[in-house]
């Protein structure tokens, strides 16, 4: 069980990352060629295709990482438990900053543009970045863990 529970986080943690990788090292470069109104509106259809397959993947992150930090005893020991706290946090942010860029900033920079518009780009770039750092800060979080659990 042990092993299932790992194995999907780490699936899972492959897919948020290189899903929002992706977006950022391609799909982001691609569009600084396109006319402002264009480019937002590229990245909101391939946002609206993404969201369901990264919330999901963020869902089951969640799931199988409450799971496994069980399964080593929470934060009973003091290495893993502080290791725990700030992944815990990071995550936390990592869900509030990208939730507010999917949901709230980048649709209505969207409609803004669709009814003709210029609105600010700066809160939807600003939370991008910060949602990739997080993004970045969390799997290093994990990977810490592990060698907290394997004694390293
Ligand atoms: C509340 C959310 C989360 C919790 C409680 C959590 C907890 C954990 C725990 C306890 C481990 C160690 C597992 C073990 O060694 O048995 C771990 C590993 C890991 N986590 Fe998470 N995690 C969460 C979210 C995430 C997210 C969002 C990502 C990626 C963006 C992520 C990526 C990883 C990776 C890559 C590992 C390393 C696995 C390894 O080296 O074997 N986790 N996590």
Not at 82 to 88: P, S, T
């Amino acid at each position: 069980m042990e092993l299932l529970i790992d194995a999907l986080h780490v699936l899972a943690a492959c897919a948020w990352v290189g899903g929002s990788v992706t977006i950022v090292a391609v799909a982001v470069p691609y569009g600084r060629g396109l006319a402002p109104r264009e480019r937002a509106l590229m990245l909101a259809e391939i946002g609206r295709r993404w969201r369901p397959i990264g919330w999901s993947a963020l869902a089951l992150l969640v799931v199988t990482g409450i799971a496994a930090a069980a399964e080593h005893g929470g934060f009973a020991d003091a290495r893993f438990g502080r290791l725990l706290v700030a992944k815990v946090a990071v995550v936390g942010a990592l869900l509030l900053v990208t939730g507010l860029h999917d949901f709230v900033v980048a649709p209505r920079l969207r409609r803004g543009l669709a009814a003709g518009k210029r609105p600010s780009r700066r809160a939807t770039v600003a939370l991008g970045w910060a949602s990739l750092l997080l993004t970045l800060a969390a799997p290093v979080l994990g990977v810490a863990l592990a060698a907290a659990v394997s004694g390293d």
